[in-house]
């Protein structure tokens, strides 16, 4: 979808179209006359226009990310205590230290059975709200582009697999449908700690714990620890941003834990050193030690604008611990790796690039993006 059939599609949000929305979720009828409602309809708009984000801002209209574009809905200019009195009633975010702190603040809530991830913060025209559309219509890994191999890895008994990317590449959503397809198909105890909550899971097969970081528990590197002592199969660590959250969670999977996590990094090599770095240089040989023991993958991806406007599409790499890698890792070699990986597509793995050329090669993406995500 281009820019100018957007902003119609937008224009088209009539009062006749918001209230038939409203009467899907009935719940906030009564609220139809206040700010809250308003916003309750961008969330509708952003939705049904299939976009990733919205953005509420003072003293601007709300804006949408589709496919990577930023695009204003036709909709009247936002003010701090609009904004304010939504986040006061509909979402746990105090907004009395948002306004004296200087200090962002995250949640997550589900609106109009929509779950979105939010991150409330002050620039100098007052407060805004960035979401993230986290509601998947579809789980199904062919679908969304996710690497089939994950399945087969995903029933491991232990070991650390990695989903990596820049922001907004899709990590949250290839965690989720792994975490599924287990909950499916395995009889085991998945801890999930999580900044904030994202995707609401049920037990299946699986005793599903899903823990707040900062609510539930003080940081992901206490959390790890505390896992280890509540009898887990699994652990999913929503993101290992540093060194505490790391050193753990290498160890929960060195003890017989399956643990998943997230980097934002680009490029299955580039995440191991990732993970190196953050050590001082006298510890690095024992981390290249450890991650060389108990890795089992590294999965890279980034999203892309397709041929067709509105769309993206899902480019990964894919890293398999071998013996070979994990020598490699262990011997601070890791200049050797990616070409171990375009010669181990028997087990596998491909290259990024690889990816790429298979989505240009089906017509899927223009010579331009091909050249402009290479990593």
Do not use: W
């Not at 804006?63 to 939504?86: K, Q, T």
């Amino acid at each position: 979808m281009n820019s100018e059939a957007l902003h119609s599609s937008c224009r088209t949000a009539t009062p006749e179209r918001r209230m038939a929305c409203d009467d899907r979720d009935i719940s906030f009828s009564e609220k139809n006359e206040n700010a809250g409602s308003a916003i309750i309809r961008y969330i509708d708009i952003a939705r049904e226009t299939g976009a990733s984000d919205l953005h509420l801002k003072a003293a601007a209209k709300p804006a949408i990310r589709v496919a990577g574009e930023v695009v204003f809905l036709d909709e009247p200019v936002m003010n701090d205590e609009e904004i304010l009195s939504f986040l006061r009633d509909y979402t746990s975010v105090d907004t009395e230290r948002l306004i004296s702190d200087a200090q962002a603040l995250d949640f997550a809530v589900t609106l109009e059975g929509v779950r979105l991830r939010g991150n409330a913060y002050k620039d100098y025209r007052g407060i805004n709200v960035a979401f993230r559309l986290l509601t998947i219509a579809n789980q199904d890994f062919e679908t969304l582009g996710i690497p089939e191999i994950l399945k087969s890895i995903a029933m491991k008994r232990s070991g650390l697999v990695l989903i990596t990317g820049p922001t907004g590449s899709g990590k949250t959503t290839t965690l989720t449908c792994v975490i599924e397809y287990i909950n499916a198909l395995k009889h085991a105890h998945i801890i999930m700690l999580e900044d904030p909550i994202e995707f609401i899971h049920s037990n299946d097969k699986c005793i599903i714990s899903q823990r707040e970081i900062g609510k539930d528990t003080p940081s992901f590197g206490d959390a790890i620890t505390e896992a280890m002592r509540e009898d887990p199969d699994i652990i999913m660590v929503g993101e290992m941003r540093d060194r505490e959250s790391i050193e753990t969670a290498l160890r929960a999977a060195e003890t017989g834990h399956l643990v998943f996590s997230t980097l934002h990094t680009k490029g299955a090599v580039n995440s191991i050193s990732r993970i190196v770095d953050v050590f001082p240089v006298e510890q690095q040989a024992q981390i290249r030690t450890q991650l060389g023991m108990s890795l089992l993958a590294v999965v890279s991806q980034q999203l892309l604008p397709g041929m067709k406007s509105g769309k993206r599409h899902l480019a990964t790499e894919v890293l398999i611990a071998n013996d070979a890698i994990r020598s490699m890792i262990k011997q601070n070699k890791l200049h050797m790796v990616a070409s171990t990986i375009q010669i181990s597509k028997n087990e596998g793995m491909y290259t990024m690039k690889s990816s790429l050329e298979k989505l240009l090669d089906e017509g899927i993406i223009s010579q331009d993006t091909f050249y402009a995500y290479q990593i």
